[in-house]
């Protein structure tokens, strides 16, 4: 699959669950634990595979002004994982909890509107179809592979990223598979 098709696909995927969160009443606390344990897991993939392979392969491009776009893109990407790591920890019920997510959902919207919008077009001009459809082949690929987790203090560029983010994948899928325990480890419910 075309590279932009696959990350735009992921956006409309993201785009769904915030809706269902603004959906929700006060009262909804497992639905909206439930939704936001999608979020930090369909999010956490989604920016590890931008920074693992799309924002590097742009900046092998040689385009300098869509370069200049994917080092904003980190800095939107790190103040989003930071926020959805205190999600991870924090109980729905909290008076705190319902502001961080909208907050969330407003700068992850500005985000995407800025990638489709601006960095996409910069895109489509540097790179064949056919280098795009590779590269989206390999995105898919590396989903698999992907850190599960949000991980604001980790690298974010390559070589590291790669190197610290396959062990770092390991772990986050035996916390998400054991995530009803670590939620009571972490008195998050
Ligand atoms: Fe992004
Ligand atoms: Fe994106």
Not at 57 to 62: D, Q
Request: charged letters at 30%.
């Amino acid at each position: 699959m075309n590279a932009l098709t696959l990350l735009k696909q992921d956006h409309g995927n993201v785009e769904a669950l915030f809706k269902r969160y603004e959906a929700t009443g006060p009262d909804d606390a497992d639905e909206k634990r439930r939704i936001v344990d999608l979020i930090i897991e369909q999010l956490s993939v989604h920016a590890a595979i931008e920074e693992q392979l799309f924002y590097p392969a742009i900046r092998e491009s040689g385009r300098e002004d869509a370069a200049k776009l994917t080092l904003e893109g980190l800095e939107e990407h790190h103040v989003a994982k930071a926020t959805l790591a205190e999600l991870e920890k924090l109980a729905p019920a909290h008076e705190r909890f319902d502001a961080k997510v909208t907050v969330l959902i407003e700068s992850v919207r500005h985000h995407v509107e800025e990638e489709e919008r601006d960095l996409f077009p910069l895109v489509r001009e540097a790179m064949s179809g056919k280098d795009l459809d590779e590269l989206g082949e390999t995105m898919e690929k590396a989903k698999a592979t992907a850190p599960t987790r949000p991980h604001p203090m980790m690298p974010d560029t390559p070589p590291w990223n790669l190197i610290v983010g396959a062990p770092a994948a390991m772990v986050d899928r035996v916390i998400t598979t054991a995530r009803d325990v670590v939620g009571k480890a972490l008195n998050r419910t």
